[in-house]
Nanobody, 117 residues
Framework: QVQLVESGGGLVQVGESLRFICAASGNIFSGNVMGWYRQAPGKERTFVGS?????AINLRDSGKGRFTISRDRDTMYLQMNNLQPGDTALYYC?????????????WGQGTQVTVSS
């Protein structure tokens, strides 16, 4: 089992910034990827970005130039700048082994971001 604890959500104004933190603990083994996903009201959960334990980053186009993902061992960070109303969502942290075969898929409890105009 892998436990994920997220923090950093909140209510912000357009153009402001937030920093998310996701701390993983438990049965963590090397060869893994941590990622951020988000789910807006009434919509499906979508990929935001990810980073492997070797530092390889994959970031969705909508976040490029505004979002930065980083990682320090088993803690992952998401710096979000210039937030827009379209970024309003519940943000989830995810941990998976690599290669991923559908097993050992762990999720955090989610942290809410609301961007007010």
């Amino acid at each position: 089992q892998v436990q994920l604890v997220e923090s950093g959500g909140g209510l912000v104004q357009v153009g402001e910034s937030l920093r998310f933190i996701c701390a993983a603990s438990g049965n963590i083994f090397s060869g893994n990827v941590m990622g951020w996903y988000r789910q807006a009201p009434g919509k499906e959960r979508t990929f935001v970005g990810s980073i492997t334990d070797t530092g390889a980053i994959n970031l969705r186009d909508s976040g490029k130039g505004r979002f930065t993902i980083s990682r320090d061992r088993d803690t992952m960070y998401l710096q979000m700048n210039n937030l827009q109303p379209g970024d309003t969502a519940l943000y989830y942290c995810n941990w998976r082994p690599l290669p991923f075969n559908g097993e050992h898929d762990y999720w955090g409890q989610g942290t809410q971001v609301t961007v007010s105009s």
